[in-house]
């Protein structure tokens, strides 16, 4: 294992003290392993709470400041953050206009802001509402399991949820914007490598050379299927298509497109396979009004990428486009 | 005889949390195969949170040990496995009532009966509870047939083994094994493995109390 | 080979096109490789010119925008653009005030911007300065060898030069500002991996698990010695002593200090990394005023890091917390 | 007789990136070991770019041959190379006076001396000087003992392949492979090969000319 860390155990607490002396707008709490606004909480405005396992850098902590997240909160490597961060996070950012948890949808994750949330209620009156984000197509969606994982579109929703929050909309209207981005949005990802968890020490899967996992996730999940090596423009169809047989993108205001890296991808493979996505995307009469191209919702040093499409409309355009000032979104502010 | 006091359970801790240790880089392989490879290192992590937070209070009242061993599972684990174990533990101190082999047998089936409620999984989802179902349902049996408590363990845990092993050809339907769909056929659950640990661990650290 | 990509000579273009598509905000001159600024060329302000091989993405087309490049030239992958490229450029950019060529010190990127500015001389009478950035504590300085690299520090002096040219200054105060900031920074890196380049279609060095090198440059030439593999305690000390045993960093008002992933080093790492940086800073007695931690000038998928500290001043620190809006750097615009 | 005409120049050209085309791999493995793995890559797509300007136009003129050569190449190969070598042909055009064996080596020369006035190395540096200055000068000396262009051309062929074998043990001071420094020894120069590639172009393809 070739990693720019110490002992495997202190990842996490030593990266969040990285963060902390990088981003003074910032305040860490290191003993909750919380990441703050530094004005948090701010009176009279919904509180945003998000968090889970970590190495997914710059998600979630990057992802905090103005216009999008109050607070996250970082568990162990892929491993969902304990109830107490989560209160801890949740009661640091009570402004007085109730909190909203964004939680992704993993089963440890659910149960463990599902804690927080009874402790939250148990022991004071903080008004919680929570969304669970789950656009990864390359999941079967079914009461009978576990349901389709969180993905890209939790980026995006947390911009947006994020801005409409910073506009002072009460929590029910947030809660109800970022549902309808959940609804609205899908993504589907893919692997070149495996990754490798820090504690474990070798990669999560193997995968010969002149092979790649369609239908991955963020946690060195394998995919759904194992399929031999392809061009670019093929990967795009490959990852395209499924979103846009799972939800009707065409019409309307077009579509936000994120084309997002793994970890592991550099940049100038990002570029090229953006402009993949959009020739897919215009063959298939689907405008793209905004986009994002990057590694934001990462998964260690995985080689590969994701692409996540949600349906735009006026409204959320207006919230996408609305500033934001955090370590890893930046714009207007 | 005394058969559950809070020095058993606390040497019923201290065994599973060894056998967590000494299987850490197994568990987390079987995890690899069909998760996120950190089942072994979460364990590991809180068990050992466990027995210093036994070792720091050393509780007194037996329900007690299991409240403070649920409570750092909540506080340290996360991922899956740390809100379920933390749940097993919680339930079972709360109806942990007695000293005797049934009383234990009452709590440890709350304990699954909390995972059942919290995880809203079923037995052949290919989870923990596929070797928990069957420990609680092999201790309550042994102890209705009138054996003792030893024996009893001792057939939950080969129970819990054998559920295990049976996970092994399964399709998951819950937690993170369940993305692989069909994929997930031909590994064994990394939970139900450590559960496996857990009852392991009862029938030998409680040995010789009835 | 895994890469997200098509026919590997068609790298460069293909990635540019996805430039384009992402960043509607930038014009793109595919024939000519050239990223401008969509408002190039601005009336009375020094333009600045950039570019080099392309793989080391975001920089230079990243950062084109306000407050930094006016245009900048994508060279085949580790290729210094080619005379040509870098004429279009400058005369895309010539608003009357003159033209700033910010070059790294390779020969090939020296002797092709010293033939683009005899072609500019020859066809135009704009005014061109090059400066010539040469950072790199890894390589000896020397008349009699090619001198030191550039490195970390271009990332640095093209947002400083930019502010200043952004301000409306003269092309000989930026030309001077330029020179002050590549006189007072250096940089260290090292890589845990090699990276592979498309059209080579392996690995540039092999290196084993449990060796890494240090003083590597940012093209895959292999460092100045390879060394077992250490934590990221140690290795923050072997890249920053040697800037600091080079460049006296003390007193005054702190230093700019810039650490910079070389594509395939998550970001965890690399706020890991800096947590370390700064200890190491500390013991010094080297105080930080800004900070910039991310991939920024990355190797194509090597994984590893580079450390560059720049001796910050007030007028430094104004030009660098001046706004800049740019796809890879963005604040206070 | 005209020994050095357009259509010969032409035949030098092709010859070159044949040579470079299918040595393309073994130049980039030896820029890998000890720059950044593209030699290769950029003399094969810019020999390959002059082939099809020499087909496009045709020059009549021999300095026209090697005029368009290099503008391509300058526009085409970037890094490094591109500008020496095209410097290299720039000037040898520019010095291309008469059609004998000795024009044809004045303006080698003279293209030899721009890729030292542009790069600022001289022979000892690990570079493709020390292909080319040997093969300048065996073909003067050669020319000048008034032996025959094609054997002249073969013996130039030859020093420049001695040169290239002898910059394995140097210690590179020029270029991209300075910067390793001591561990650059032991290495032969990309450039010093490609360089001899071009040499031996030329003994074979104006073989049988004088
Ligand atoms: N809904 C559930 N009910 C019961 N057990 C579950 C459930 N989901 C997951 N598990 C168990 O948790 C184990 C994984 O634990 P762990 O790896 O620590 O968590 P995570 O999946 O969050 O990484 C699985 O092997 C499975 O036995
Ligand atoms: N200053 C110089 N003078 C002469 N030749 C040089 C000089 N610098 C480099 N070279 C030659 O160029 C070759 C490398 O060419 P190439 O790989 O195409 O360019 P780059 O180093 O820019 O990647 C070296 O092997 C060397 O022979
Ligand atoms: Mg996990
Ligand atoms: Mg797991
Ligand atoms: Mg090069
Ligand atoms: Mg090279």
Known sequence: MKKLINDPADVVPEALRGMAAAHPELRVDHENRVVFRGDAPVRGKVGLVSGGGSGHEPMHAGFVGTGMLDAACAGEVFTSPVPDQVAAATQGVDGGAGVLHIVKNYTGDVMNFE??????????????????????????????????????????????????????????????????????????????????VPAAGRPTFDLPDDEMEIGIGIHGEPGRRRVPLAPAREVAEMLVEPVLSDLDMTGGDGVIAFVNGMGGTPLLELYLMYAEVVAVLEKAGVGVARNL??????????AGCSVTLLRADDELLRLWDAPVRTPALRWGA | MTV????????????????????????????????????????DR???????????QAPEEPAAVLKTVATTL????????????????????????????????????????????????????????DALGPACD?????????????????????????????????????????????????????????????????????????
């Not at chain 2, 949390?17 to 490879?37: F, K, S």
């Open chain 2, 138 to 210: 092999a201790l309550d049996e042994a102890l209705g047939a009138g054996k003792p408590l030893d024996e009893a363990l001792r057939l939950a845990a080969d129970a819990a083994a054998q559920g295990r092993d049976a996970t092994v050809p399964m399709v998951a339907r819950k937690g993170r094994a369940s993305y692989l769909g069909e994929r997930s056929a031909g590994h064994q659950d990394p939970g139900a493995t450590s559960a496996t640990l857990l009852v392991e661990a009862a029938a030998t650290a409680l040995a010789g109390r009835g």
């Open chain 1, 115 to 196: 804690m927080a949330a009874e402790l939250a209620a148990a022991e004071s009156d903080t008004e919680v509402v929570a969304v669970v984000v789950d656009d990864d197509v390359a999941v079967q969606n079914s009461l009978y399991t576990a349901g389709r994982r969180g993905v890209g579109v939790t980026v995006l929703l947390e911009k947006l949820a994020g801005a409409a929050a910073e506009e002072g909309r009460p929590l029910a209207e947030v809660a109800e914007i970022a549902r309808r981005v959940n609804a609205t949005g899908r993504s589907m990802g893919m692997a070149l490598t495996s990754c490798t």
């Open chain 2, 74 to 129: 909540i506080k340290t684990v996360g991922g899956a496995s740390g809100p379920l174990y933390g749940t097993f533990f919680l339930r079972a101190a709360g109806a942990l009532d007695g000293d005797d082999g049934a009383a234990f047998a009452t709590a440890v089936r709350a304990g699954y009966e909390g995972v059942v409620a919290r995880g809203k999984a079923e037995r052949g989802d290919k989870t923990m509870l």
């Open chain 1, 293 to 302: 191209v990057g590694s934001y919702m990462t998964s260690l040093d995985m």
């Open chain 2, 46 to 56: 809180g068990t050992a949170a466990a027995v210093a937070a036994l070792e720091a």
């Open chain 2, 4 to 43: 559950v006091d809070a020095a058993g359970l606390t040497a019923w801790v201290h065994e599973f949390t060894r056998l967590v240790h000494e299987q850490r880089d197994a568990l987390t392989q079987l995890d690899a195969a069909i998760g996120d490879a950190d089942h072994g290192a979460n364990l």
